[in-house]
């Protein structure tokens, strides 16, 4: 792993910097512990501080400490060559104000910054511009410096706990999605089971409406054939009944003579 960082001036840059120095033209072979730990402290972009009385840590320091406690000197490798870009100790005059918010304008509106929610380039626009303003206040008073960049780290810390926060609830938002898919689709195969079955089930039942209805039918035909077999036989001996009381009633009416 190169002990020089391969990364070059960010797009958006509204801190106030020195021109780039070339400092050698090939890589160092390595960085001490300490050195390591200082440039992980630089990538996050802010450099926690130890808390305590930071006047009285400002009056022991010079300008350009307190300048490289806001944003360390950034460093980056460009065709073999090194380059060191360190924080400016120039003082900002109105028009560097002026152009500061028309540079914070021009890139909220470059880059189509989210009003609301979360936005990482707004974040690292309005982070640059802080930084910026802390550079100009520390180069009047260092102490007032100190506790921008205490007030910066604050903040920061705020913030990757609120992302931590928000991490974690979009997890437990992701698993809580994918349960509720499994859910729904063991939800559609039960559906389509029931539906399947109740198909079945309406056939079945068609089937046997159709089978009732035919011996329903049946029974009525054998029915009317039993009442007209039983009405004919009734007649018969109705007409066999008043044969016989014919001939009996000219029996008696003959013995009467």
């Known amino acids: 792993m190169s002990t020089i960082e391969r990364v070059h001036p960010s797009e958006i840059n509204l801190v106030h910097f020195d021109n780039p120095k070339l400092l050698v033209t090939k890589p160092i072979p390595t960085l001490p512990k300490t050195t390591k730990q200082h440039r992980y402290s ?5 450099r ?7 006047a009285f840590e400002a009056k022991h320091h010079n300008c350009t400490e307190v300048l490289n406690s806001i944003l360390s000197p950034r460093e980056w490798e460009m065709d073999g060559k090194i380059f060191s870009q360190k924080i400016s100790i120039q003082p900002a005059t109105k028009r560097d104000v002026k152009n500061l918010v028309e540079k914070f304008d021009t890139y909220l509106k470059e880059y189509n910054t989210k009003e609301v929610g979360l936005c990482p380039i707004k974040h690292e626009i309005y982070s640059q511009c802080f930084n910026e303003v802390i550079r ?5 008073c260092a102490e007032r410096g100190y506790m921008l960049i205490r007030i910066r780290d604050e903040l920061q810390m705020s913030i990757n706990g609120y992302k931590e ?13 994918l349960q509720r898919k499994h859910a729904k689709s063991d939800l559609l195969k039960t559906v389509e089971y029931l539906r399947s079955e109740n198909k079945r089930l309406e056939a079945e039942l068609m089937k046997i409406t159709l ?5 329903d039918r049946d029974a009525a035909e054998e029915r009317n054939v039993i009442i007209k077999r039983q009405t004919e036989e009734l007649d018969g001996l109705k007409r066999a009944n008043q044969l016989v009381k014919v001939q009996l009633e000219s029996i008696v009416a003959s013995k009467n003579l």
């Open 42 to 46: 630089v990538a996050k972009n802010v």
């Open 48 to 54: 926690s501080m130890d808390c305590g009385d930071y």
């Open 136 to 140: 100009q206040v520390t180069l009047n």
């Open 165 to 177: 926060m928000y991490e974690s609830a979009l997890a437990h938002g992701i698993r809580k999605s």
């Open 211 to 215: 089978m009732t209805e035919k011996i």
